[in-house]
Each structure stands twice: as C-alpha cells, then as structure tokens.
C-alpha cells in the first residue's frame, strides 16, 4: 500500500549535555500534522550534526505517530536515520517492529520525506500483517 499527502511541523530546540555543546551536535524536538492519507499528528525528539562542509548532515529521530491510516486508527513509530553528503540525501524512516497499535497493530514500512518551495510532503509505502 502506498499513503501520500501533505505535512506541517514544527521544530523546537532543546538544550544539549554541556560536552556536546562544542560538538555540532543539537537536539530538537518535533511536533508533526499529516494530512491526505494519513491523518495525525505526531512528536519526536531529534539529534543532528551539521559539518563544516556546505551540504552534509546527519540525524537520528524516533517519532510516535497517532491517527488514521487509509481510515484505519492507532499509532506506531517512526525511527529516523538519514544523512546528506554534500547535498546528497540519503533517508532511512522505517517503522518500528511491532509499535502499531489498535487498526495499525502489524504495520510494517518505509517513509521518505519530501521538501519542495518550504513544504513537506511524504510517501509511505507500508504493509498491514496479522498482529503476532
């Protein structure tokens, strides 16, 4: 199955362990509205770097998602993986085992994230197996 649709967020930082501080490292917080297929909201906590060189990056999220997939309710999580080397994304959101809950109990897939003109969208491409 395949879910599309708009999203907005909204990003708040969040103060780091001091021995990072001087590292790059930064943490923030996520607070998501999904539209289209999937209809939600979520929360998430963030850790990114950015280097010296223009373009490359990396963060670690994990997202608790809450809504309606395709009219199914409940929630799962989102891990996030994803870096960019000089402008080169590399996006890995995948589903946490077994974190689907209600309607979503079984939910199993992959998400990639698009930014075109400031606006986010997403494609989640996903299976719904029987609960264990």
């Known amino acids: 199955m395949r879910a599309n649709g708009p999203f907005e967020i909204k990003m708040s930082p969040q103060t780091t362990h001091d021995a990072a501080a001087s590292t790059g490292l930064g943490r923030m917080s996520s607070a998501k509205q999904f539209h289209g297929d999937l209809e939600g909201t979520s929360i998430g906590e963030m850790l990114a770097v950015r280097t010296e ?15 309606t997939l395709h009219g199914r309710s409940g929630s799962f999580v989102l891990q996030h993986s994803s870096t960019m080397a000089r402008g ?6 995948t589903v946490v085992p077994d974190s689907g809950t209600g309607q979503l109990a079984g939910l199993a897939g992959q998400m990639v994230i698009h930014i075109a003109e400031g606006k986010h969208s997403y494609e989640f491409e996903y299976v719904l197996t029987d609960a264990p």
Do not use: D, H, K, L
Request: aromatic fraction near 10%; avoid cysteine; hydrophobic fraction near 45%.
């Open 53 to 67: 060189v223009q373009g490359s990056a990396g963060y670690v999220a994990m997202e608790f998602v809450t809504g």
């Open 88 to 93: 080169a994304q590399n996006q890995n959101i």
